[in-house]
């Protein structure tokens, strides 16, 4: 997707110390835009409650106005305050912020009638997607802004997503006014987003809480399918085509093509062509390994590329359940054909 045009600023990389996140947090209450790490991906902060610098995040990602932001927190507290209590889930929804919080759960409940976040962040809808990050860095950051913190992923919109402030810098170099480089994220894919805004939970997104510990708490969960191209969503990573590097990819290869480039898993090896760039998520076949490594070895492929002289990405069969959940997830929508 090309970028909108946006003047050209002096982006910042601060480091996670004392100096650089209260730098960070006094450029946020100004109406700045800063990236910084959570536990998942690096996300790119605006002020949740200011018009204008919401614009800013859509025009610096090349986003579409109509894909709502999730929020972030310092606290639950500050959370549940912009969600309405009359909800049918409110209480399922406090205990799995009881449970879960601060991590990789994002809940998308009924707004407030008098909430504080502008209409711009959800898309004009009367639903909001709430989350307190986990993260040291993180955490002191959001207790020094003291207001609520919308934060897309740090990259351009469909594109894949960062763990690293190099990643940031890669796509946002130049749109932003700072990076704080908090190292590599921990999880590496993004939460979880659980839907709470009718009478059953719907798993909208698998992340960084699994299926299987969410169902523990509260009962069955109905899971959704991808969004249709033509689908007005109600929170993020719910579109069909999404977390796309720039090769084509291929899901579930047992046999390679000349020119194609293998991401594995474990000892799987594939039959057929010698794989022109070999990259493996995990050699100990571990799960949560290979979420913390998928998007930075989606981007080293795809910097390799012309290097190798690479025609596409062939993916290993990774697993279904757990954390494997979500890897599936974000390997389906990355293979699915593009918007033209």
Request: proline share 9%.
């Amino acid at each position: 997707m090309p970028m909108p045009h946006a003047p050209s600023r002096t982006t910042e990389r601060l480091d996670h110390d004392y100096d650089g996140i209260r730098r960070a947090a006094r450029l946020l209450q100004q109406g700045g835009l800063v990236a910084f790490g959570t536990e998942t991906v690096y996300g790119l902060g605006g002020l949740a409650t200011s018009p204008h610098t919401v614009e800013r995040i859509f025009q610096a990602k090349g986003r579409p106005s109509s894909n709502p932001l999730i929020c972030h927190f310092a606290t639950a507290d500050a959370a549940f305050a912009e969600i309405d209590e009359t909800a049918p889930l409110y209480e399922m929804a406090r205990s799995l912020a009881k449970a879960f919080w601060p991590g990789p759960l994002t809940l998308i409940l009924p707004r407030h009638a008098e909430s504080r976040i502008c209409p711009a962040a959800t898309a004009g809808l009367k639903t909001l997607a709430i989350r307190v990050p986990k993260g040291r860095a993180v955490e002191e950051l959001l207790q020094h802004v003291g207001q609520p913190i919308a934060a897309p992923s740090a990259n351009r919109s469909g594109r894949v997503s960062p763990s690293q402030a190099s990643h940031v810098l890669e796509e946002l170099d130049g749109r932003i006014d700072a990076v704080l480089d908090t190292g590599p994220c921990a999880v590496g894919v993004e939460s979880t987003v659980l839907d709470l805004t009718g009478t059953q939970p719907i798993l909208r997104r698998p992340g960084g809480i699994t299926l299987e510990a969410l169902e523990g708490l509260c009962g069955p969960i109905n899971v959704a399918d991808h969004m249709s191209a033509h689908s007005q969503p109600n929170a993020p990573g719910q579109a069909a085509s999404h977390y796309a590097p720039s090769l084509p990819v291929r899901l579930n290869a047992t046999h390679l093509s000349p020119g194609e480039a293998f991401l594995t898993f474990g000892d799987y090896i594939a039959e057929g062509a010698a794989p022109a760039l070999n990259v493996n998520l995990s050699l100990e076949g571990n799960v949560e390994e290979a979420a913390h490594r998928l998007f930075a070895a989606l981007r080293q492929i795809d910097r390799s590329a012309a290097r190798h002289n690479l025609t596409a990405i062939a993916v290993a069969p990774l697993p279904h359940d757990g954390l494997g959940r979500a890897l599936q997830d974000r390997l389906k929508r990355a293979a699915a054909p593009r918007p033209a």
